[in-house]
């Protein structure tokens, strides 16, 4: 797994270590050049030194020589003390000063360095000054060249040295930087962690969604917790929705089986004469049917529900009304109701032929439940402006309004009692809202109490 | 006894009642809305009250505790589709004596119901005895001493509910009320034949205990002290 937590850490580190080696090498070139300068300094140093040891040989020529007895210089030291003329005055004891033989006529005066064998000098060229015999008549200025070499091993010894100082304090840095950092990312990345946690806790039993103090405080945090408050209050209001169709159905199906768990213990509780029998089966097969109906409408708005928005088949709306109708007339004549129909022509919209049955028949069965006898049913249908708008209306009770709002609802009745008296299972609004809103039309509903109910539905039409 | 059943299911309404009128030999009144039901209870004519959870107009818990609210004691049985714990206990503590899940066994409904009967009555064993008189109300049979006497259903209903409050005066119209539902025509010289073939059967079967008339009053079950 990929962590934000280590991949920060590793950025940061490696920021910080090509800081560190950049750093690194210019100390080091600056270290070079100042240590190079001190070793100059020192050459010149130990030169003097050697000047100083320029005495007096005693000789007839009043020559000058070289006195090693008060000489204090490292032995590893080559130098090479010349007169003007290039005699040698006096060389050091190493057996590298034979190296220096030569230089001292090819060389300016200054710095260079030479490689004897494998050891390599820095080298001074200097001219100085010995004054001897000073008491007598002012002294005899005596010029000698001297050349005095160290070897360098020394300066590229500190140089490692200081280079070695460098990267262990670097890399001391580094693991001092990473584990602060991984400490203190711990300790900013809390919010994360405690965010983590308050959303484990939701469940659907528990739907509290409450994120820490810290968490809220956190301004990167705030899209993530507003769009998961969103998410949440969507799933919520779905399960909820859900939960109660599943409450309501139980108590649905509960009831049509303890009635007809009843019916049958009822029968049996004593002898029955064969006409008890045959009324009491006849009651059965309608509580039976109606369990059917009930089952069946379920499944359809499940159906209806599950499979969302699919291409539709192309359906004369129209038509589909007029057959209905012709088919519904035995059945309102029985309860006195006429049904009238005002749909010339066809209709197309794009609803799948099977709902668009259902849909129709619901309402228009719906309407001539609630229609007292003598009353008229009215369904028009016009399309306009790429809407098919179909109008059912009623001349029944109407809809108190305090229950306009709910009609579509699953289960919902109005009047339990009376509905149940009729035989209503509660869904065929429901399934009619489930169809229309499938295929992105509208279901509405007006009633005035007393006079009547429209159901008004919108579909787009085909063209 | 009367009972009175709220349910919006009309045809389980029905079925209850005729199962209690055959299984528990009570009279039957059925409500299909709860605000109804409601009215029905105020002349307290029940002996017990058994009522659907969802009804339209009035739900039943509203209705135990109005009920309950307004002193009344009649024992109440909530029949309920939603085992839902919280909602038994609430109405269990909102007053109702006992309840049943849906679906329920109608046996069970029967024998609860004449447990709730009893108890309402003050009696907690299904055998009354008054006197040499005894009265087992499961199998709705009477004994004289051990022998079986033979009653008409009206007649065992009028004994059953004497036997309930030996002794004290129960007035035609109270008999009335609790033995007939709303679907007969009662007549109070229904009550005084069946009182009298009621006498006549306890005599003929030897039985000390008899029911007397209160002049203007009512009957009382009256019986000698059993000799020792």
Redesign the interface.
Known sequence: MRSLTRRLIVGVLLAELSCAAGFAVVAIVHEMHVRRRAFDIMLRGRADSLLGAVQDADDPEANVTVDRSELVLPAEDIYEVLSPTGRVLGESENGDARALRGLAASQKAGYFEIRVGRVHYRVLRTQGVRVIDRLENGGTRRPVVLIYGAPMRHLFREVVEAARFYVLTSVLLLAVTGAVLAWLLGRWLSPLRELALSASRVSVSSWEFAPTENALRTRELNPIILSMRQLLAGLREAFERQRRFT?DA??EL??S???????L??LT??RRNAEEYEAGLG?LTI?IQRMEELTERMLALARIEEEGEKPAEVVDLGMTVRSLAERLKPLAGAKQVTIGVIADGACLVSVQASDAEILSSNLLMNAVQHSPAGAEVRVSLTAQDGMAEMRVVDQGDGIPESALPHIFERFY?T???RS??SGGTGLGLAICKAIVERSRGTIAVESATGRGTWIIVRLPTVV | MRVLIIEDEIRLAANIAAALRQGAGVAVDCSHNGREGLALTEAEHYDLLLLDLMLPALDGLSIVRRVRARGDRTPILVLTARDERSQVVTLLNAGADDYLTKPFDLGELIARVKALIRRGKGAADSLLTVGRLSMNAVEQTVRCGGQLIDLSPTEYRILEYLMFRPRAIVSKRELLEHLYDYTWEHHSNVIEAHVSNLRKRLRTAGEEATVETVRGRGYRLEAPEPKL
């Open positions: 409450g139980a108590h509960k009831t089986v303890t009635l007809l768990k009843s019916s213990q009822l509780m004593g009651d509580d009745r009047d339990a009692s149940r008296q």
